[in-house]
């Protein structure tokens, strides 16, 4: 099986779960309807497909390859398990990924285009994939000079990329499950209770849970924010200038908004308020 292959097993695997979990028990009834939006934001994900494929046709495996091949990167010069050398990289990936989370909301530049993902004004298991194609883009980049200098096997880098976007899927999934189940996964990884928090309108719930896999990061931190002010029945999803009528599910709105709105500045520095308004 080539990588390629058990990426696309992997996400039709965990995208069919989540959306048959989302059915089953969903945690919030939706503003918008389904179709509709499920028709753009998977348009959007088509884009990006494209995009990738047509710019950055090897990947991040690929990269991984050529540095393997040519005994670049820490992990390719230190006598290291193959076994050790897969658990640091998922690990050291992650935190670079919860950085760069971070990154793209106190940049003005870069907060422009990753408000396409926050602009969805409802969140399930399409808007863990709602991102606009220059953001995938940078994020690829990124991800290849962390690659390359880390010395990343190619076979962790695949499975990095497999946990990533499966957790991505599973943590904007609109499902329901137990508090006890949920305080005992977060412990660890990041939960659809917690991440929701994250899509909040408020600004300081905004600038909080940036973590797609483990949730050490955001403890470690100090950006971790445990549920909603107002409750996850009650909270607000998306951003407060894009409610009402804004077009947040058309796939042309989604792909403007980055040269359109400047989506104001998330400045990460600030403290969690319950006495802060929404921007």
């Known amino acids: 099986m080539t990588d390629q292959e058990l990426r696309t097993y992997a996400f039709i695997s965990i995208i069919s779960f989540v959306i048959l979990w989302e059915f089953i028990a969903n945690k919030r009834p939706l503003k918008q309807r389904k179709f509709k939006r499920w028709l753009n934001n998977f348009g959007l994900i088509a884009v990006d497909t494209v995009v990738v494929k047509l710019l950055l046709p090897a990947g ?25 050398a897969t658990v640091v990289t998922v690990i050291i990936l992650d935190m670079i990924i919860y950085w760069q989370h971070r990154l793209f909301h106190v940049v003005p530049m870069f907060w ?9 004004r409802d969140i ?3 808007t863990g ?19 390359i200098t880390l010395g990343a096997p190619a076979a962790a880098v695949v499975l990095f990329e497999v946990i990533l976007n499966g957790m991505a899927m599973f943590n904007h999934g609109n499902i329901r499950m137990p508090k006890a189940l949920d305080s005992l996964i977060r412990l660890l990884f990041v939960t659809p209770d917690m991440h929701r928090v994250h899509h909040s309108i408020f600004k300081h719930e905004t600038n909080s849970n940036y973590g797609f896999n483990l ?42 908004l980055p040269f359109t709105q400047s989506g104001g500045m998330y400045a990460q520095k600030d403290k969690p308020t319950t006495k802060e308004t929404a921007l």
Do not use: C
């Not at 991040?60 to 050790?84: K, M, Q, T």
């Not at 909603?228 to 796939?251: A, E, F, R």
């Open 112 to 120: 422009r285009l990753h408000q396409v993902h926050h602009a969805d």
């Open 60 to 84: 991040a495996f690929g990269v991984a390859l050529w540095a393997e091949n040519n005994g670049y990167g820490l992990l390719n010069n230190i006598d290291i398990s193959p076994l050790a």
């Open 129 to 147: 994939l709602r991102f606009h194609p220059i953001e995938i883009i940078l994020s690829m980049l990124i991800k290849f000079v962390a690659v």
């Open 215 to 256: 949730s050490i990061w955001d403890k470690i931190f100090g950006s971790y924010h445990a549920q909603p002010d107002l409750g996850h029945d009650k909270m607000t999803i998306g951003l407060q200038q894009y409610q009402g009528n804004t077009p947040t599910s058309s796939l042309l709105w989604m792909l403007k």
């Open 124 to 126: 399930d298991v399409s």
